[in-house]
């Protein structure tokens, strides 16, 4: 169980709520400061001109609304911004905005009735998903559409996936006993005025981002290993006097990785040694995809620190607008939801994994092209050259995939563009680049399935397996296991698809 509003939530904490199904509770305490915010803010307003309380929204601010309005004013800003359009996002993103958008509410600022912060518990705990829409936000004044499908589930309104059928809101609430959200004072505006669409993606991607350096850390050490590369450029000294932490790191993992391989070759045993030769048959140093990984995935490590920083603080944060304070007995008029700080980092995010499937194209490359390695038969063809085909279909795959990726790469966070009467005149187009980022991702584990793909090949040609460490011939079990070494040609599209959920699905134990 993970108790929310005690503390932080973590990233590590929001993995387990999302894929190992742990529930939420709320602590107790925060809940009553949920309830001490909500009466504050009630009692506050009675007389006040508050924006969104008894005004219009945006740029019909300057409109007063009638006392006898205002539960109907939320009611009609949540039905008139349940406009999203395109696909509805997967039961893992939706969950995630919701958990998102929990920990908002539950600092306590956001002068919400306590019965809405209990019932999203609930159905993130029950597995009810809102449908929501991937198109709508743009990313200022929060990510206004797609929560406001969420609230319009809130209502009982709408429509939701439960247990892998979608069907009407109120027909699930009626079969589990759920009871709507009723508006009290600002309930409508408070869970469409946040961040928490693009936040709630962006921890998934943060999660599936780190889980994909992992693996392409431990597919780069092996693609060393099985061309017998030199150790030196994974070196601790080396390493050492470029001061980066992340190139630093990923080179340990790799060592770790390959300690105890017996085909990793040791430098001064092959060239520290008087030589003969005028030409050497041995390559004296690798192609720069095998020798400089961590030179390379190293800033993939601390863009992807940096941005699991940024997105934890923005899940902790309060991201609504006007933020009430009861402890100051002030209610504040600011821009807290405005979302550049999760834009410019899932733009960051989504170059760093672009250029990590550029790495892995490169890698896949070596190993299909005889004319550079002078290893391994074309395309890793184990059957007759001319008649059969081995990878040769495949590789186009990747590198049609890795090149979409490079035009998805385009920041969102500079494509402002005004709108909302210019209310908005300047936006942060978060949740696009949240989703572009999740795009360019799952395209990234198909390119990662298909270099694992070729290199199992490649161990099965060169018969090497007892060779490998002890690390790397565990991969190899477990994935050949379900994808056995073929010669003749077959359909290679159910192979990949199972290798990209086997990755998907595992950790990668890397020390990283």
């Not at 009871?179 to 505006?189: S, W």
């Not at 909302?420 to 198909?446: H, P, R, W």
């Not at 296991?481 to 086997?502: G, L, M, N």
Request: aromatic share 8%.
């Amino acid at each position: 169980m993970v108790v929310l509003g005690s503390k932080e939530l973590s990233l590590e904490e929001v993995h387990r709520i999302l894929f190992n199904g742990e529930e939420l509770s709320l602590d107790t305490a925060a809940l009553q400061q949920v309830e001490e915010n909500f009466k504050f803010l009630q009692q506050f307003s009675a007389k006040k001109l508050i924006y969104g309380i008894n005004t219009g929204f945006g740029p019909m601010a300057q409109y007063r609304i009638s006392e006898s309005d205002t539960h109907q004013l939320q009611y009609n800003l949540i039905r008139s911004h349940s406009s999203g359009a395109g696909n509805y996002l997967n039961p893992t993103l939706t969950k995630g905005l919701m958990i998102a958008r929990l920990s908002s509410f539950m600092q306590a600022h956001s002068g919400v009735h306590p019965e809405l912060v209990i019932l999203l518990k609930d159905l993130i705990n029950k597995n009810v998903f809102p449908c929501v829409y991937e198109h709508g936000g743009v990313g200022a004044s929060g990510d206004l559409v797609q929560l406001a499908h969420l609230a319009l589930v809130l209502i009982g309104e709408g429509e939701v996936v439960y247990e892998g059928q979608q069907r009407p809101t109120a027909e699930v609430y009626a079969a589990l006993g759920i009871k709507p959200m009723g508006v009290h004072v600002r309930e409508g505006l408070a869970v469409i005025n946040g961040t928490s669409t693009m936040t709630g993606i962006g921890l998934v991607n943060i999660i599936q981002a780190k889980k994909l350096l992992g693996w392409s850390l431990i597919l780069s050490a092996m693609i060393n290993e099985i061309v017998e590369a030199f150790d030196d450029h994974l070196s601790a000294e080396l390493n050492a006097v470029k001061k980066h932490a992340g190139q630093n790191k990923v080179a340990a993992a790799m060592r770790d990785v390959l300690k105890d391989s017996k085909m990793i070759r040791h430098r001064p045993d092959h060239f520290y040694k008087e030589l003969e030769e005028e030409i050497f048959k041995d390559k004296v140093q690798e192609y720069y995809s095998l020798r400089c990984v961590p030179q390379v995935l190293g800033p993939v490590y601390d863009t992807l620190a940096h941005a699991e920083q940024i997105v934890i603080q923005e899940l902790n944060s309060v991201s609504d607008n006007p933020v009430v304070d009861h402890h100051q007995q002030n209610v504040f008029h600011g821009g807290n939801f405005h979302g550049d700080y999760i834009s410019l980092e899932m733009d960051k995010v989504k170059i760093a994994i672009t250029k990590l499937s550029m790495l892995s194209e490169r890698q896949l490359n070596y190993l299909m092209n005889d004319k550079l390695n002078h290893k391994f038969p074309p395309f890793m063809n184990l059957g007759k050259l001319g008649l059969n085909f081995g990878m040769q279909g495949i590789q186009f795959t990747a590198t049609s995939t890795v090149a979409e990726n490079q035009t998805l790469s385009f920041p969102m966070y500079v494509h402002s563009i005004p709108n909302n009467n210019d209310n908005q005149d300047i936006v942060s187009m978060g949740t696009n680049a949240a989703l572009l980022t999740q795009k360019v991702i799952e395209n990234t584990f198909e390119v990662l399935a298909i270099q694992v793909m070729t290199m199992l090949q490649a161990v099965d040609y060169l018969n090497c397996q007892d060779k490998l460490s002890s690390f790397s011939h565990l991969i190899y079990q477990e994935v050949r296991a379900f994808f056995p070494k073929f010669i003749q040609d077959s359909p290679k599209y159910k192979d990949a698809k199972r290798i990209k959920e086997y990755l998907l699905q595992h950790e990668p134990k890397v020390n990283i």
